[in-house]
């Protein structure tokens, strides 16, 4: 929502620092987002009176003007193309050496061989319009050389503020002036209407060419004070009824549960007065015609939209509200064609849906040059009932945004009378009949009851009925005590004080938050214990990160990677349609995206969330994964250009030390069915982890890529106990035997362990080897065996002998032999 | 047994080159006079059993003489290689030393970290919720009105049959008044997703930090006290910290937290866009409402909590002005925040 500094100062009769506004704004309401300042680059400009007017010499279209601009230029010539220039009048004058607004510095010059000290500048030129057919008359008695933005107020700040869902009280000017009054004090009081009522002219806007008069007694009526209808609108149960020759029919209160229509003949459509193009364009808003910029102006003064349109275009003629009918069309002001639902409601003539109640009209109905007769709408339509009408059509606008957040229901007929009298002032025209008032079932304000002791128990300081009270009234709640409680009343544009812990925050907040002390209090353990998954999780990452790897993050969005991946139904893109199964195609693309770099060296994991299709809702599990690729160390001068490359090896023991951190107690197997490298097999046979070479887009110089992912188990971690260090020497002999294919290394560890018994600490790999010496088929394995009895020094001859047995139950079971020679 | 003793006095000529052998030429020696096959000592040594036993003795005796002197030459030399490979004289010693891969933390989980270990220094613990939720958990259980605006600032995906990825973590409030008694003090970092194009600003899933307590008694001033005390920690002792009105459906009062610039340290900059704030946090007291649907009287308890996303502060404490850089796992970031050298 833009505010327009002037455009508050105006409702609260007081000059206002647009800063001050928006620090208080932001500490008290809504976060202000922007202060932007308008027009504050014409600070070059003065007021200039023309002395004379002569014919340019040399040119036919331009006048040769004797220009008085006080202090700042004494009488100087001016060459002007304008036709409007007039000896006598004042102008806004830029003077050699200004700029102009889109940085333009004025420079003496000769124009047709005649010096030229400075121009009179065109409301374009000054970025204040689009009227560049003549320079700009001034209607001031400000001296020649003052300041044109301090004799004309066009300088003014844009404010911008979040309005937050539950504030619409807040998308328009006077509840903005509302909350500057409550923290700044002062009263709000709506602006008279130029040219409304005998206004008497005076300065200050006038200058433009609009009209001001002092602020008036008229105000800010309380709307719970105001009559329920404008005038002798029909109330009760009534739904229909006849203003000024039309026909009005509510058959749809549910969708507009109050629905008012004033109808204003003899109007004439014209471009809007200086003041309100004015008003409107300081807040970005265009200016259309007189009758549709009056209603925008009621709607940023009032947050009350409004809508007119043609009453010669009506069929009957009749407004019918009602819900629209299956299929039925509507060609939009935007040209559009939409088709309407019974979900929504339509304004209708005798024929045909009008307006899409609430969210926009139709392009044949819409105020031209040529209307004269107005049917003006005033109405509060039901919130949901236009939030899913918005949604359906994908259509917004200014009133579907305030209709959605829900208006002040009881302020209409304020509002509506405004507009009559703002209209009939800028487009002339008569209200013949009163406004028609439909309010089948009229609505009082919302009674909250609200215990004193309650605020001081939740904000945690004490706060006196007193304060609650006046901090209440300043933003239009009214108070009555009754039986100890507080009986507060809330006004209609504040929808969102539904109990009285809104009533507490109201209090809060204009008291402002930075008043409250933010000392620690004492507080009790609470009773949730450490989630285990993320106790997991840290140890997991620990482990990885201590072994050399960096943490990945990547997005867990992407094609579909597998069976059962979870489809997202309204995804950004098909790309990003599915929910991962794994983690690992997400690290390969970033090992690709880390190849596209030239890095070489890459390894990577993540923990993260996986998903499947499940009974029911998706089942979702953490995941570890890592990638593997590049120099298995930083290479280092000492041992030349070339260090070894990461492989299988490397990636076995990475996936070893993974299935240990996250899924202890499984075991590894070589995987089977046409895969290559390992799988993690859990007690019950189930596979909870996988490891192998990878495939991904590698330049030529890329290394063998490898990765591995495993389930992390949420598993409670025992406590290792310490095993006593041997206290006796060990025996180590290395052995080397030989196997014939197809026998396994962990398999001849098997039989040898079991064969020789516990005397046999440890077996321990250290070499392999194939070719002279070795049968064909074969490969020689060699061992370091150690081993000890915990008791006693052992003998070289226990040793040999338990070998002796161990040896001969390879040779018995597997065909493995004692390497020769 | 002349010729073996000759040969022996031949072989022990060679103790002369021990002294001058590097590592690799005192390894083939080694192999070359006591290789346990091959070696000369060792196979002049295997020939003594076919010798007669006076010869035995004595080419027995000054073989194993010769094998002991040559054990302790090999011995001595071993050790002053050893002592040369640790000696640092003669070296340029701007040379790069050897280096070892260093592994790291995601910064968003180093953030995440700092941020829990503060508040469990306050009593908070961890607690987790799924990402696939339910809308009675994200939206309604949390106070959101049907078909109101306020859903239009949580763009979700949806899964189908009332099923979403979260769009914050405030679900787990609800999970875990459901499931513990007051006193409850938690915070729950998480994944959250918004259906946001990824761009320098928005990605449509990032981590988010939600924070509840609940107890008897917990008020404004106990909710501000606390978040303050985090952001001081967190930042610096003598940050500033404003509190300021906003609007969550799940919580009244409602506040955003805003800390002083860490770039400008309040003067005003590009980062804060002059303002001398960055918004930090939104909070509150918890609405009566989520007390009530999480099972909890509304009227004996009271209680906050908040949500913070900890990728956006890493980005403006470490000056990181495209969030994409956090997701794209290029090496040489990460290494950045992993204090490594490499």
């Given at each position: 929502m833009i505010v327009s500094r002037r455009w508050l100062e105006a409702l609260l009769g007081r000059p206002l620092d647009a800063r001050e506004v928006a620090e208080q704004v932001t500490m008290h309401a809504a976060a202000v987002d922007a202060v932007v300042p308008l027009h504050?680059?014409?600070?070059d400009v003065v007021i200039g009176r023309v002395l004379e007017v002569k014919k340019h010499p040399n040119a036919d279209r331009l006048s040769l003007c004797r220009v008085d601009a006080g202090?700042?230029?004494?009488p100087v010539d001016v060459v002007c193309g304008a036709p409007n220039v007039q000896a006598g009048k004042t102008y806004p004058y830029a003077p050699v050496g200004a700029t102009l607004p889109g940085g333009v510095k004025l420079e003496r010059r000769k124009i047709r061989g005649v010096e030229s000290n400075g121009m009179l500048c065109s409301a374009k030129e000054l970025g204040?319009?689009?009227?560049?057919?003549g320079i700009l008359e001034l209607d001031t008695?400000?001296?020649?050389?003052?300041r044109f933005v301090d004799v004309v107020p066009v300088a003014d700040h844009q404010i911008v503020i979040d309005v937050p869902?539950?504030?619409?009280?807040?998308?328009?000017h006077k509840g903005v002036a509302r909350e500057l009054a409550a923290v700044l004090g002062g009263t709000v009081k709506l602006p008279p209407i130029p040219g409304a009522g005998g206004a008497a002219p005076a300065g200050g806007d006038a200058a433009l060419g609009g009209r001001r008069r002092a602020p008036s007694a008229?105000?800010?009526?309380p709307a719970r004070s105001?009559?329920?209808?404008?005038?002798?609108g029909p109330s009760g149960r009534v739904t229909s009824g006849v203003v000024d020759e039309v026909e009005i029919r509510l058959e749809d209160p549910e969708g507009a549960p109050r629905y008012m229509i004033a109808v204003i003949r003899g109007v004439k459509v014209a471009p809007s007065p200086a003041w309100l193009t004015a008003r409107l364009s300081s807040i970005g808003q265009r200016p259309i015609n007189n009758v549709v910029d009056a209603t925008n102006y009621i709607l940023f003064e009032l947050n009350q939209p409004l809508h007119a349109f043609d009453l010669a275009k009506l069929n009957g003629p009749a407004v019918v509200v009602r819900r629209a009918k299956p299929g039925e069309k509507i060609v939009t002001l935007d040209g559009l064609t939409r088709t309407l639902t019974p979900d929504m409601t339509a304004i209708c003539d005798a024929k045909r849906p009008?307006?899409?109640?609430g969210v926009m009209g139709s392009a044949d109905s819409e105020v031209s040059a040529?209307?004269?007769?107005l049917v003006l709408e005033c109405a509060f339509f039901q919130p949901t009932r236009i939030r899913r009408t918005r949604r359906a059509l994908e259509l917004s606008s200014e009133s579907s945004y305030r209709f959605e957040r829900g208006i002040d229901m009881l302020g209409m007929p304020d509002a509506l009378r405004r507009a009559i009298e703002l209209i009939i002032a800028v487009a002339g025209g008569e209200l013949r009949e009163p406004p028609l008032d439909l309010w089948p079932e009229p609505q009082q304000e919302r009674t909250i009851f609200l215990r004193p002791e309650r605020v001081a128990h939740l904000l945690g300081v004490p706060v006196e009925p007193a304060e609650i009270e006046r901090r209440l009234t300043s933003v239009g709640f009214f108070l009555a005590p009754k039986d100890g409680r507080l009986a507060v009343q809330v006004p209609?544009?504040?929808?969102?004080?539904?109990?009285d812990v809104d009533l507490i925050e109201e209090v809060a907040r204009l008291k402002g938050y930075d008043a409250f002390p933010d000392e620690l209090r004492p507080y009790r353990p609470g009773t949730v214990p450490d989630a285990p998954e993320e106790q997991a999780r840290a140890r997991v990452r620990e482990g990885m990160v201590r072994v050399g790897l960096l943490e990945a993050r990547t997005i867990?969005?992407?094609?579909?990677?597998?069976?059962n991946s979870v489809r997202i139904?309204?995804?950004?893109s098909a790309e990003e349609a599915h929910l991962r199964r794994r983690l690992l195609p997400g690290l390969v693309r970033r090992v690709e995206h880390n190849w596209a770099s030239r890095n070489r060296d890459v390894r990577l994991f993540e923990v993260g969330t996986v998903f499947r299709l499940g009974a029911g809702a998706p089942e979702e599990w953490t995941s570890l994964a890592a990638v593997l690729t590049g120099a298995r160390r930083p290479p280092h001068w000492s041992e030349g250009a070339k260090l070894p490359d990461m492989d299988i090896w490397d990636l076995k023991h990475h996936f070893e030390l993974a299935v240990e951190l996250a899924a202890p107690g499984c075991k590894l197997e070589p995987a089977s069915g046409g895969e290559s490298g390992w799988v993690a097999v859990q007690?019950?046979?189930?596979?909870?982890g996988h490891a192998g070479p990878l495939e991904g887009d590698?330049?030529?110089w890329a290394a063998p890529l490898f990765g591995l992912e495993v389930r992390l188990a949420v598993t409670g971690r025992r406590p290792v106990v310490y095993r006593p260090l041997p206290v006796q020497p060990p025996v180590e002999l290395d052995v080397a035997l030989v196997l014939p294919e197809g026998v396994s290394a962990l398999r001849v560890a098997e039989v040898l362990q079991r064969a020789v018994g516990?005397?046999?600490?440890r077996l321990e790999v250290f070499d392999e080897y194939r070719g002279p010496g070795i049968p064909a088929g074969h490969r020689s394995v060699a061992w370091h065996c150690t081993f000890r009895d915990p008791e006693r020094t052992l003998r070289e001859a226990e040793v040999n002998v338990a070998l002796a047995r161990g040896l001969a139950a390879l040779e018995d079971e597997l065909g493995v032999r004692r390497r020769e020679g | 047994m002349r010729d073996l003793l000759a040969a022996l006095t031949e072989l022990r000529e060679?103790?002369?080159e021990i002294p001058q052998a590097d590592q690799r030429r005192l390894q083939d020696l080694k192999t070359e006079i006591?290789?346990?096959?091959?070696?000369a000592l060792t196979q002049m040594l295997g020939r003594l059993?076919?010798?007669?036993a006076s010869a035995k003795q004595a080419v027995g005796a000054a073989a194993n003489a010769l094998k002991r002197e040559f054990e302790a030459a090999f011995a001595d030399r071993e050790r002053v290689l050893k002592r040369a490979a640790g000696a640092v004289a003669?070296?340029?010693?701007s040379m790069p030393g050897r280096a070892v891969w260093r592994g790291g933390y995601h910064l968003v989980t180093q953030v995440v970290d700092e941020i829990c270990d503060i508040f469990r220094e306050l009593g908070f613990t961890r607690a987790v919720g799924p990402e696939a939720e339910t809308e009675r958990y994200n939206f309604f259980a949390l106070n959101?009105?049907?078909?109101?605006?306020?859903?239009?600032?949580?763009d979700s995906f949806y899964l189908g049959e009332?099923?979403?990825?979260?769009?914050?973590?405030?679900p787990v409030q609800i999970r875990t008044l459901e499931r513990y008694p007051p006193p409850i003090r938690v915070v729950i970092p998480g994944q959250v997703y918004r259906r946001d194009p990824f761009d320098a600003s928005h990605a449509p899933v990032f981590e988010q930090i939600e924070g509840l307590a609940v107890d008897e008694g917990i008020s404004f001033v106990d909710f501000k006290a606390t978040l303050a005390t985090f952001a001081r920690r967190f930042f610096t002792a003598d940050t500033r910290v404003r509190f300021r009105p906003s609007f969550f459906?799940?919580?009244?009062p409602s506040a955003e937290m805003d800390v002083q610039c860490q770039m400008c340290r309040g003067a005003g900059c590009a980062t804060c866009k002059q303002t001398g704030w960055m918004e930090i946090l939104g909070s509150g007291m918890v609405h009566p409402a989520v007390l009530e649907n999480g099972g909890v009287s509304s009227e004996r308890y009271s209680g906050f909590a908040w949500g913070m996303g900890p990728a956006r502060i890493a980005m403006t404490r470490h000056g990181?002005?495209?969030?994409?850089l956090l997701y794209e796992s290029d090496v040489r970031f990460l290494a950045q925040f992993a204090g490594g050298v490499r």
């Open positions: 504050q680059d014409l600070g202090a700042v230029a004494g204040l319009g689009v009227d560049h057919a008695t400000a001296p020649p050389g003052s869902a539950n504030r619409p009280d807040l998308l328009c008229r105000g800010d009526v105001a009559e329920p209808g404008v005038a002798a009008t307006i899409i109640a040529a209307t004269t007769d209609g544009w504040r929808p969102d004080v539904t109990r867990p969005l992407g094609p579909a990677d597998g069976p139904l309204n995804p950004l007690r019950g046979g189930e596979v909870v590698a330049p030529v516990p005397l046999l600490e | 060679r103790l002369q006591l290789g346990r096959k091959a070696g059993p076919k010798l007669d003669g070296l340029d010693l959101f009105p049907k078909d109101h605006p306020a859903l239009d600032a949580q009332g099923l979403l990825l979260r769009t914050h973590t405030s459906p799940f919580t009244e990181i002005a495209d969030i994409r």
